[in-house]
């Protein structure tokens, strides 16, 4: 009889416990408006560089700091930024990973930096109510195949495909553009 009495009690606390993770019909009102707007900004909390035997090396030497790893950087209190406005992106990513090609003499900045227009802009819906968002940018050197998908949450995630770099991907958090 004790055995069913604390069964019947885990039972009932796990189901009191469990509840819907499903978005609220305002806040998927508010991220179709933001979608539409194309007026937004994402700051983002965590990087995801493609593990390679080069970003592998830079965590054994000992450079990443305490509670990161190879395949996840912490970002959090470093400035980072993708504002979308208009037809418009600018952007300062930090990049962690492997270029696939030189960069010129004197070097540029090592992070992903646009101040363009975008081009070959599409907005879907995705799973969990979603948008996901798919463009192309170019900077002087580079060309960059951008995913965003946003979630009623207001969390993000960006993924950068680049023609001179390994993949990378972001996790975060969208707001409005404060005027």
Sequence with gaps: MKTFC??????????VSCKSSKATD??????????ESKNYTIESNWAYPQVTNAVQQVLNS????????????????????????????????P?????QMNIG???QDSGIVLKTMMEDYSE????????IIRFSARNKSETFNIIIQLFPSLKS???????????????GQVEPIKK
């Design 124 to 131: 879907t819906k995705g799973k969990h109510d979603s948008h």
């Design 105 to 107: 003499y004197g070097g």
């Design 6 to 15: 604390l069964y019947l009690i885990i039972c009932i606390l796990s189901l």
């Design 95 to 99: 990049y962690f990973g492997e270029r």
């Design 26 to 35: 305002a806040q998927i009102n508010a991220l179709k408006n933001l979608v």
């Design 157 to 171: 995630e960006i993924r950068v495909n680049s023609s001179s770099r390994f993949p990378i991907s972001y996790i």
């Design 62 to 93: 000992g450079l990443l700091q305490p509670g990161n790893s190879a395949n996840a950087i912490n970002l959090i209190g470093n400035s980072n930024f993708l504002a979308i406005s208009s037809d418009s992106i600018n952007s300062y990513l």
